[in-house]
């Protein structure tokens, strides 16, 4: 059974840096397209930042470039959201997807529709 689980809950200053995790199982992570979104409230969904299946591709998004990064370790089946110099408004829900269904070529910067599984989603608030 696929599954994707998340760390837990994190709060931190603004200017600090945070490292969220997604474990997954049932799949070969290096075989899948994935995805962290977030959501904050009241507004939608923002994608993140993506890797491609097979890893030819990454993509930030431009709000998060140069502060965050993505990652995956296919060793241990875990997909990374390293974020530094954190901001107010980078509190939001977090949530990391995955999608087996698209070719290494298929672009990863998708909605997160399109992602068939997705994490519990892990809150993550930025506060003095």
């Known amino acids: 059974q696929l599954q994707l689980v998340q760390s837990g809950e994190a709060w931190v200053q603004p200017g600090g840096s945070l490292r969220l995790s997604c474990s997954t199982s049932?799949?070969?992570?290096?075989?899948?397209?994935i995805l962290w979104f977030r959501q904050a409230p009241g507004k939608e969904r923002e994608r993140v930042a993506c890797i491609s299946s097979g890893g030819l591709n990454t993509y930030h998004a431009e709000a998060v470039r140069g502060r965050f990064a993505i990652s995956r370790d296919a060793g241990i089946n875990t997909m990374f959201l390293q974020m530094d110099s954190l901001q107010l408004e980078d509190t939001a829900v977090y949530y990391c997807?995955?999608?087996?269904?698209?070719?290494?070529?298929?672009?990863?910067?998708?909605?997160?529709?399109?992602?068939?599984?997705w994490g519990q989603g892990t809150q993550v608030t930025v506060s003095r």
């Open positions: 997807a995955a999608d087996g269904t698209s070719g290494s070529g298929t672009p990863c910067w998708r909605p997160p529709e399109e992602y068939n599984y």
């Open positions: 049932g799949f070969a992570l290096n075989n899948f397209a």
